[in-house]
């Protein structure tokens, strides 16, 4: 059983930075999909950012020049930039490996004055 595990979440003020993590509990290096996924309050659940096994990242509009995903053997990460309100939302770490879904708990990241 895959484990996801995230941490980093807070609240920060506009325009401020935060990085979330996501620990997995097996070597994801070769890992089809690792992705930060998030929900808002009374809003569907979003793909934020995905990152192949090879590299390559994808980004939602709105996060895009603001947001940078990464990863290592274990954990992949999300660096967030000029945080706006509008980001508020409870972060998800996923992982497709073996072509099963995996998801972590969830992170809350609240963006406020």
């Known amino acids: 059983q895959v484990r996801l595990v995230e941490s980093g979440g807070g609240l920060v003020q506009p325009g401020g930075s935060l990085s979330v993590s996501c620990a997995a509990s097996?070597?994801?290096?070769?890992?089809?999909?690792m992705a930060w996924y998030r929900q808002a309050p009374g809003k569907q659940r979003e793909l934020v950012a995905a990152?192949?096994?090879?590299?390559t990242t994808n980004y939602a509009d709105s996060v895009k020049g603001r947001f940078t995903i990464s990863r290592d053997n274990a954990n992949v990460y999300l660096q967030m930039n000029s945080l706006k309100p509008e980001d508020t939302a409870v972060y998800y770490c996923?992982?497709?490996?073996?072509?099963?879904?995996?998801w972590g708990q969830g992170t809350q990241v609240t963006v406020s004055s």
């Open positions: 990152i192949t096994s090879g590299g």
């Open positions: 097996v070597n994801i290096f070769s890992t089809n999909l």
């Open positions: 996923y992982a497709k490996i073996n072509l099963m879904n995996f």
